[in-house]
């Protein structure tokens, strides 16, 4: 969704592909403490500049950590609920779509083709066992728990929903292909560390917090104006990030009938976009406006109190 803009022509890059999925990775030569941190986009970050692609990340580097807000998970009867004043992880995603089908883990690939066109290789469906099963042999238990209860996917299991982000976004960094972790590395020792990145950036991120302290709550009573919105995640996240609305076309409702805002009304997602310094692991961020990296603002309609932040189910939060 949203991220056609990011996509640049791998075509030539693919014939340069040595080891893994990027050009000049080897078994080693990846102790990323001795490299000054290059900043993600900017002209050292350049392929032809960059010595060690598993130290800075290349081919791509607009990060976007994003969260969702819903109101039910569809699997309650199962335990699967959110966490009560918070939004949930959605995931963080690179500047750029190559997933690698080498570690695909998604029993449901979504696009099904590497390009997501009809001409791409097919992605196979993964047919394993829940990747929940991986965590205690590896002592990872504490991690487990807290995506079970921030990292929550509706429809789907929790692991289900974490594997298609792993595998439709992880495997595109330069920063976690498999080779970067040397030749002894523990098997998904880049899996693990993909997810605990993705909770370091969003621990910086109380979304539910930044909008309560302007009174912005979940409510089905009143709608909010985006500008208001926008304002409180701008005062928290010090940049303006994108926000999502899923739902009717405010055109389309009754409020708005014959006005020509047709923003959307249900406010369901926020996206906050940044460049990195070194690898992402090591989560030093620069922010940038959702705007300034060419993205959209919002697909939120704009008209005062058009926007719903519906309060969750009775029983779809603990
Ligand atoms: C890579 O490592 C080898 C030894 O493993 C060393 O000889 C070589 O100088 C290193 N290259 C760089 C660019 O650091
Ligand atoms: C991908 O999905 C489309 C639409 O659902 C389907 O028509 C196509 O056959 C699928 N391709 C592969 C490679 O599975
Ligand atoms: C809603 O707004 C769009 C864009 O301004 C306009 O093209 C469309 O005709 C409107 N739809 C209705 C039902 O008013
Ligand atoms: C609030 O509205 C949403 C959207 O219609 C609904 O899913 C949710 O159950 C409602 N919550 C409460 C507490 O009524």
């Given at each position: 969704?949203?991220?056609?803009?990011?996509?640049i022509p791998i075509a030539a890059l693919a014939q340069l592909a040595s080891a893994g999925l990027y050009p000049g990775i080897t078994p080693d030569n990846h102790t990323c403490a001795l490299v000054n941190p290059?900043?993600?986009c900017s002209c050292n970050a350049k392929p032809?500049?960059?010595?060690d692609t598993c130290c800075t990340e290349t081919y791509g580097g607009l990060l976007v950590a994003t969260q969702f807000w819903n109101t039910f998970t569809g699997l309650e009867s199962k335990g699967q609920i959110y966490p009560k004043d918070s939004w949930t992880i959605h995931g963080l995603w690179p500047g750029r779509q190559l997933p690698l089908i080498s570690r695909q883990y998604d029993p449901k690939p979504a696009p099904n083709t590497t390009d997501g066109t009809p001409h791409g290789t097919p992605v196979p469906p993964y047919k394993g066992e829940s990747i929940d099963k991986w965590f205690q042999p590896y002592g990872k238990l504490d991690l487990l728990a807290y995506m079970n209860k921030f990292w929550v996917s509706q429809y789907d299991p929790n692991w289900v929903f974490w594997a298609h982000e792993f595998s439709k976004h992880a495997t595109c960094y330069s920063t976690f292909q498999t080779e970067c972790y040397g030749p002894k590395a523990a098997e998904h020792a880049d899996l693990f560390e993909?997810?605990?990145t993705v909770i370091t950036f969003q621990r910086r991120l109380p979304t539910f917090k930044w909008l309560s302290h302007a009174d912005i709550k979940p409510s089905n009573k009143t709608g909010y104006t985006l500008s208001d919105v926008q304002q409180a995640l701008t005062k928290g996240f010090s940049l303006v990030p994108f926000l999502g609305c899923s739902g009717p076309k405010y055109n389309e409702t009754a409020a708005g009938k014959g006005t020509l805002d047709n923003g959307r009304t249900v406010l369901s997602e926020v996206w906050y976009y940044y460049h990195v310094h070194g690898r992402p692991q090591s989560a030093h961020g620069k922010k940038l406006?959702?705007?300034a990296a060419g993205g959209s603002l919002t697909t939120c309609a704009k008209a005062k109190g058009a926007v719903w932040y519906y309060e969750r189910a009775k029983g779809s939060e603990q």
């Open positions: 969704m949203h991220r056609a803009a990011f996509l290059v900043l993600s032809d500049k960059v010595a993909f997810f605990e406006a959702a705007n």
